[in-house]
Nanobody
Framework: QVQLVESGGGLVQPGGSLRLSCAAS????????MGWYRRPPGQVRELVAS???????NDADPVKGRFTISRDNAKNTVYLQMNSLKPEETALYHC???????????WGQGTRVTVSS
C-alpha cells in the first residue's frame, strides 16, 4: 500500500533553514507527481509546492524564491528545502502523492515545523 513518511521537521529560528524529506513506497515513484502541503495552526491546508514525474515544479507564491522542491527517484524520496523561514510558516507539513489534475490522492502523517525565536 502507499506509504509516505515525512521527516526533517523541528524548531528553527526566523530566517533559518530546514530540509524536509518524504520517503515513499508502495507505488511507482518515478512515474508519480508529488507535493508538499502545510496546515498552520487553526487554518486550512495550503499547497506549498509540487513536482511532476518529469521534474517540473510549481511553487506557491508565498514561498517562491525561498523553498525548493526536488526528487531523487533512486531513493524514492521527495525533498523540500526551506530557506528564510518566517514565524507564520509554522505548520504541519504533509507530503502528498498527487493524482489527476495534480490533486493529492494520498497524504503522509506530516512533520511539524516551528519557526520561533
Amino acid at each position: 500500500q502507499v506509504q509516505l513518511v515525512e521527516s526533517g521537521g523541528g524548531l528553527v529560528q526566523p530566517g533559518g533553514s530546514l530540509r524536509l524529506s518524504c520517503a515513499a513506497s508502495g507505488f511507482t515513484f518515478s512515474l508519480s507527481a508529488m507535493g508538499w502541503y502545510r496546515r498552520p495552526p487553526g487554518q486550512v491546508r495550503e499547497l506549498v509546492a509540487s513536482i511532476t514525474a518529469d521534474g517540473r515544479t510549481n511553487d506557491a507564491d508565498p514561498v517562491k524564491g525561498r523553498f525548493t522542491i526536488s526528487r531523487d527517484n533512486a531513493k524514492n524520496t521527495v525533498y523540500l528545502q526551506m530557506n528564510s523561514l518566517k514565524p507564520e510558516e509554522t505548520a504541519l507539513y504533509h507530503c502528498t502523492l498527487n493524482g489527476a489534475g495534480e490533486r493529492p490522492a494520498y497524504w503522509g502523517q506530516g512533520t511539524r515545523v516551528t519557526v520561533s525565536s
